[in-house]
């Protein structure tokens, strides 16, 4: 199992609004601006580790970010023909940012601290929550018919608990705010409620606008 001290202090981050991850999740991505190539090509030189976290705004080339995002180390890389790379990120552990260091490349970097999270290093056992996971996919049916989101729950019923709520988290179209509360819940017992208070919101808010319409 990795340690604290395997992950280093100074990371690159990728800004992407509305892509949250989470440790022991994959996260596909497609790597097209000139920046984030660079970025690439610097991490499969190293540790092949970078961030990902949300912006909190989309104005100016380096819009504010959210403090809290995760870990990634790149499992996967493909260059296309018209020089684009296809990568699959492995989730490690969250952090939240200290501060941004100098602009000297094209992408940004940040010190990061992982303390708050440590958490994420460790094997979650299902059989310590007292929870149901067919009370979280019930729940999300109801909220996917409504919006018509198509979805295998087949595959998601053959989840682990903590790898079904990263999942719905990552894969739902929330908010960027609402993919931020998640992030950002340190137990899973908490994303559990978030979770489904933002389920509970959304199918009423798309019942509302169902209904008006």
Request: some cysteine; proline content about 4%.
């Amino acid at each position: 199992m990795m340690i604290e001290n395997d992950f280093p202090n100074k990371i690159a981050i990728f800004p992407l609004s509305s892509a949250i991850f989470f440790p022991r999740t994959i996260l596909p991505l497609n790597i097209f601006e000139d920046r984030y190539l660079q970025l690439v090509n610097d991490c499969m030189k190293g540790q092949r580790m970078f961030g990902m976290i949300q912006p909190k705004t989309k104005e100016g080339k380096y819009p504010e970010v959210y403090q809290i995002g995760c870990l990634g180390k790149i499992i996967s890389f493909n260059e296309t023909s018209d020089k684009r790379f296809i990568i699959s990120l492995s989730g490690l552990i969250r952090f939240r940012i200290k501060n941004e260091l100098n602009k000297s490349k094209l992408y940004r970097e940040f010190n990061v601290d992982y303390s708050e999270f440590l958490n994420d290093l460790e094997e979650k056992e299902d059989n310590q929550i007292q929870y149901n996971n067919k009370k979280i996919l019930d729940a999300i049916k109801i909220y996917y018919k409504k919006i018509n989101y198509p979805i295998d729950f087949n595959e998601l019923g053959k989840l682990s608990l903590d790898q079904l709520i990263s999942t719905i988290s990552m894969i739902s179209p929330f908010s960027v705010g609402e993919k931020q509360k998640l992030i950002e819940a340190i137990k899973i017992e908490d994303k559990i409620e978030i979770l489904n208070e933002i389920i509970k919101f959304n199918i009423s808010t798309s019942f509302e606008t169902n209904t008006v319409q």
